[in-house]
DNA sequence: TCTTCTCAGTCATCATACAACAGTTGATAT
DNA sequence: ATATCAACTGTTGTATGATGACTGAGAAGA
């Protein structure tokens, strides 16, 4: 398999250069996930792959340690590169999806709501009188943070993961903190202005003001409805606003 | 008599000697996400890191191959490593934490609970009648399976994936489908023996039953109710056997 | 039988060289 | 004076040879 002039015109997107080490990379990790190589098995030495796909040993390596890194493969020095049989540890990716804008942001929207409302019920049953203290605090920055005229988002969500650290499940926490950066950065901005903009603040600022509440009675159904309102509203919102 | 028994321990929990590149990896990673090198700043080039690491070229390069399968960075030819400046692609793992194994399971049981129970009640408003179909196929396959004295553990989880499915977001189905090696392959085991296994199994069977009818009905919320009741009892379960 | 040694195979690291690419500089032609 | 282009510098990408470290198994010796 010499390199078969794989420069004229392939989908050259804005990345271009497909990296050769990338190349055969993504060719293992066929291999392995579509069960070519099973779990345990010895994938072929550095000098056999270098044969068989015709590059060099640098290439080779930097493929390996991509998979490396991922998990996929764990290499032994003396012994060869096998196929990890604990295949629990490949990482979750968001996003490497064909869904259109709007069906993205809808469908992490959603997935955020139903991990969020129980989170709600555990904080509210868990909390900490620290936890609630630190609650109560992003409440407060968030609240002012809108009123001195900013968006208030990174606030926001400041809010919702200190909650969802208050449920003492750090998975729970960790998976909320990774799902920030999918919803804070979203640039189409609803440019309510005005009055209007006081009306949704306001409305917005209650629903905050009732998960907090909740939380700080320690009701856990309360906690729940109150997130699943807030989240709702969200959604619906999003669910129109990309529609137009 | 060569029985292939190559079962090997896995445990290599400490590694004894972490390769070099995999050292440097961590120490950029660490830098990048501290915050020490924001998004879109270049990485000190090859030559510079050679020398401020003192290492060879192989190493620095399979350390930024490593976070570059991450998304971490991108290299251009000709330019630069650069840091991400959409952080939105680092993947997102369970299990390096240092948690007991109790408090392990009890954590990732929580947060499969918290987004299965919505996704109950999203599969009752939206499933299709093919989605009600496969469903129903798949409560079969794990009675059967439960019944022929097997475990079922697999087709237990295969229900509950096909009904995530029936959400029709993929975001939630993938994640269900990524926590899914975490719960399945428990090795711990409660063996229960004779007439108390059939009694557990039938009210076991019950629970699915009941998720099953409410989502065929399409009852919000029973369907909610009733994946909430059967996790929490599962959960309940794992929380007092692992403790002894 | 048991221990020790040797050896071949493998990954890990180092070092060097060249190719491909991007940006800058400066000479040249008009 | 301006535009064009060639050369130069610095970067990542790829190739290659050499050496070290580790593993497993068989050979050699007691």
New interface residues.
């Given amino acids: 398999m010499r390199d078969d002039k794989a420069g004229e015109l392939e989908l050259r997107s804005f990345k271009g250069?497909p990296k050769l080490?990338e190349e055969i990379?993504g060719q293992l990790r066929q291999l392995i996930q579509g069960g070519e190589l099973m779990p345990?098995t010895q994938l072929p030495t550095e000098n056999a792959m270098i044969e068989q796909f015709g590059v060099s040993r640098?290439v080779v390596?930097?493929?390996v340690?991509?998979?490396?890194?991922?998990?996929l493969v764990?290499a032994r020095q003396g012994r060869g590169v096998f196929v990890?049989?604990?295949?629990?540890?490949q990482?979750?990716?968001?996003?490497d999806?064909r869904?259109s804008e709007r069906d993205h942001i809808v469908?992490?929207m959603?997935?955020r709501?139903?991990?969020e409302?129980?989170?709600a019920g555990?904080a509210a049953q868990r909390r900490t009188s620290e936890d609630l203290r630190e609650i109560e605090d992003a409440f407060e920055r968030m609240v002012e943070a809108q009123r001195s005229g900013q968006e208030g988002a990174e606030q926001d969500f400041a809010f919702h993961l200190r909650i969802a650290e208050a449920?003492q499940?750090?998975?729970?926490a960790?998976?909320i903190r990774?799902l920030g950066?999918?919803i804070i950065?979203r640039p189409a901005r609803r440019t309510v202005t005005g009055g209007e903009r006081e009306v949704y603040l306001e409305g917005l600022t209650q629903e905050h003001a009732n998960i907090r509440d909740a939380i700080a009675d320690q009701d856990e159904a309360a906690a729940i409805e109150a997130m699943r309102i807030h989240l709702s509203r969200g959604l619906a919102l999003n669910r129109s606003l990309v529609q137009s």
């Fill in positions: 250069r080490s990379a345990g640098t390596r930097e493929a340690a991509a998979l490396s890194a991922d998990g764990n990890a049989n604990d295949l629990t540890q990482p979750f990716r968001l996003g999806s869904l469908q992490i959603e997935l709501l139903s991990l409302v129980e989170a555990l449920t499940n750090t998975y729970i960790k998976f990774y950066p999918f950065p």
